[in-house]
């Protein structure tokens, strides 16, 4: 019998293995676990009976609706507007519309990702993003995080002092994922200067800016136009399966960004894209995210509640002021991987260690657990907090 030929893969992907963080979300999967793991938004906050009006709507008025068609310029003008409310000025022709943010951040890559080039970024990040930026295999410079201000600026100075010009600094200014901070104004200001006088762009992650709590801050690009490239979404304010987001570059990017595109997708999502378009036209968004404020607010302040009350003394978190996480430190003694075995076997509640989201193998960093406070409900909170706790005072030091 003739050998089977295999087809060989590129040199980036030969060593491709199923990450630790895929292996945890399966078994989070399972029927009956308590769930903080993941950062979905409530499926019942869903507007889901104005999506169906809205799509009975197009489907009836728009001939090209399920046609493939350019972007559609009425979004845009929307996007401008929804800008506004984040303190951001800017015009129709500087928003590009994507399949998310996610796709949003993978196109920037690769415009500005020359393989092995430095980029700069926090140690522990969105594992989304780290996908993106693999394949290009960058030499990642990473600076630390403050838990109570955000990134460490004066590390990413430090580095361009020095005389490094990365492809561009990762930034997630609001509701961090996975560390739930916000950067402080003066941390931004001083970013963008920095990204001004060294001319290295910043990539600006604001997928949960519009979910704050407390006072809002403006985003980098409120601050700086020329080099920051900003990525938003609807995923985390409608709906993730509409697929529909957008990013803010100078015009002069987005004849590149287009070819880059449509040699992936052409123009997917014209159908959702009028979708939320006719949402928008509504004007139901702004009560519609007040209502998410509102109801994330209880779940979060429930979720610091029961911490409060059933947590060990020695761990620490922080209130998140904005997204959908609360990052939760531990003592040294703990082993977050053996905790989370522990806790789905024993207790049938998951998280994600922290240490999943490190950027590079080496670096040393603290037990901790990443808790996903928007998808469960208060009473499921008040459940999962105290089985996990138990799974603490139950463990072991290594």
């Excluded at 500087?94 to 980029?119: H, K, N, P, V």
């Excluded at 560390?179 to 290295?200: I, T």
């Amino acid at each position: 019998m003739k050998e089977r030929a295999e087809v060989e893969l590129a040199a980036w992907a030969r060593g491709l293995e199923r990450s630790s963080l895929q292996e945890m979300l399966t078994a989070t999967a399972r029927p009956g676990i308590i769930s903080f793991a993941l950062g979905l938004p409530a499926p019942e906050f869903f507007p889901a009976a104005d999506f169906s009006e809205a799509a009975a709507r197009v489907l009836s008025e728009d001939a090209r609706a399920l046609q493939y068609s350019p972007p559609f310029e009425p979004l845009k003008r929307h996007v401008v507007e929804l800008m506004k409310r984040r303190g951001v000025v800017c015009r129709a022709e500087q928003i590009f519309l994507t399949a998310g943010a996610q796709q949003g951040m993978s196109l920037l890559a690769r415009l500005l990702l020359d393989e092995g080039r430095s980029i700069i970024t926090e140690e522990l990040i969105y594992t989304g993003f780290q996908q993106v930026v693999k394949p290009f295999r960058p030499r990642i410079l990473t600076v630390p995080t403050d838990s109570e201000t955000g990134m460490d600026v004066e590390a990413v100075s430090e580095i361009l002092r020095r005389g490094e010009r990365p492809a561009f600094i990762y930034c997630i200014t609001d509701g961090h994922n996975p560390l739930s901070v916000r950067l402080h104004p003066s941390k931004r200001a001083r970013l963008v200067e920095l990204s001004e006088h060294y001319g290295v762009p910043i990539i600006e992650d604001d997928a949960y800016g519009f979910l704050c709590y407390e006072e809002t801050e403006p985003p980098l690009r409120a601050l700086g136009e020329s080099t920051v490239l900003y990525a938003g979404s609807f995923s985390k304010i409608l709906a993730p399966a509409l697929r529909v987001g957008w990013v803010i570059v100078p015009e002069e990017m987005l004849l590149p960004l287009s070819v880059v595109k449509e040699s992936s997708d052409i123009d997917t999502a014209t159908f959702t894209q009028r979708l939320v378009t006719a949402y928008l036209d509504t004007g139901r968004l702004e009560s519609h995210v007040e209502n998410l404020r509102r109801e994330y607010r209880l779940r979060r302040d429930t979720m610091l509640r029961a911490l409060e009350e059933h947590f060990p003394e020695e761990a620490r978190w922080r209130k998140p002021e904005s997204g959908v996480f609360c990052w939760v430190e531990l003592a040294d003694e703990f082993d977050a991987f053996e905790l989370f075995r522990k806790a789905i076997e024993h207790e049938r509640v998951a998280f994600i260690p922290g240490q999943a989201f490190g950027v590079r193998e080496g670096l040393s960093h603290a037990p901790s657990m990443r808790l996903n406070f928007s998808h469960s409900a208060p009473g499921l909170i008040e459940e999962g907090i105290p089985r996990l706790a138990r799974v603490l005072k139950g463990s072991r030091p290594r």
